[in-house]
């Protein structure tokens, strides 16, 4: 049972994480040289970015909960 939840909660992490924006130039950011890479910037989301970011994070919560729980059970 705890598999199938697994399963459906990578599902909608994988589906949050593909409707967000992008924050960074990508690859050719990183690379270029403009500016450099910050990754503990502040993000600057707004409304509805800011609540599929919070629903992603606490899926991925979850799915770390889950994960370990199986590995105990």
Do not use: H, W, Y
Not at 50 to 73: C, D, E, P, S, Y
């Amino acid at each position: 049972m705890l598999d199938i939840i697994i399963m459906i909660v990578a599902v909608a992490i994988i589906l949050l994480s593909l409707l967000q924006g992008g924050k960074s130039d990508g690859i050719s950011g990183a690379f270029g040289g403009n500016g450099g890479l910050n990754l503990f910037a502040n993000a600057k989301e707004r409304g509805p970015e800011k609540i599929v970011a919070n629903i992603t994070l606490g899926l991925g919560v979850a799915l770390f909960v889950l994960v370990i729980l199986v590995r105990v059970l």
